[in-house]
């Protein structure tokens, strides 16, 4: 299936100085806004500063009704310009500040990676979550490091390099589809469905357009800095708040870094996986 140019426009226009994030997410967002996602409160868990969130809602077509939560403070400020969260917590995803039950559904959009202990987060997740309650994550699983091509640099280890991507995405889980089953069980969830997207061609622009940006950055500041933290000092996460490539620059842009890829090629080694389930009972 062919990517979505608006919606990879939308991308690139709101994030000006992420090229490679800007790919990922207008894959990714394409992915989830084709999972019939429910009306109800829905729990947003890593909002982040809101702006994924509203090019996801507008591809889907309605304003959602959300609660946001993420740890870091900064995010969560800028998240609060836009109406549709009725709340926003900064907090863990292992300690949500909202009763039993309280959330029709969740979503949760390249965050679970970035969390060094699962468990507790999901186990919360199935407590905030009603009874039929659905949830939808989008990850990247074991292919994604399969996926990418390596270091450029001559005579570099793979698992050096791989080690490498961990410290600077900050990953620290790459769940098949069979631990994401089995994580979620043990939690009173039930996972009914997992699509793979981003398979080696795609997972392979990305790693190129990373390469260019955030990966020279992060060379540059030798390796201590996270991309966030790289973006902050550099004053571009407030650019990405407050102001949009022109539209026509933003299209052009978005047709050469999606050229001839779909985000379904090479489906039979995906990158990374959207998976959808339910909450079964009480827990």
Known sequence: MKIDRKLMTDFVARYPAQPATAFLRGIEIDVLARAAIPDGLG?????????????????IGRRPDLVGIDPDPLETDAAKSYDFYRRIHTCGGDAIPEPD??????????????????????AELARVLKPGGTFFFTVPGPGFRENLRGSVIPGVPRTRYLAEIDRRLAHFHYLSEAEWRALCERNGL????????LGQRATRRWETLSRMTGGLLHSLTGGTLRPIEIQRSLKLRALQN???IPRPVASTLAGVIGAGLGWSDDAASPGCLLVTGRRLSAT
């Open 242 to 244: 407050t102001t949009m």
């Open 43 to 59: 729990l947003d868990l890593g909002c982040g500063d809101g702006i994924l969130t509203d090019i996801l809602f507008n591809r």
């Open 190 to 197: 039930q996972v009914t469905g997992v699509t793979g997207y």
């Open 101 to 122: 039950a309280t959330f029709d559904y969740a979503i949760s959009n390249s965050v679970l990676e970035h969390i060094p202990d699962l468990e507790p987060v999901i």
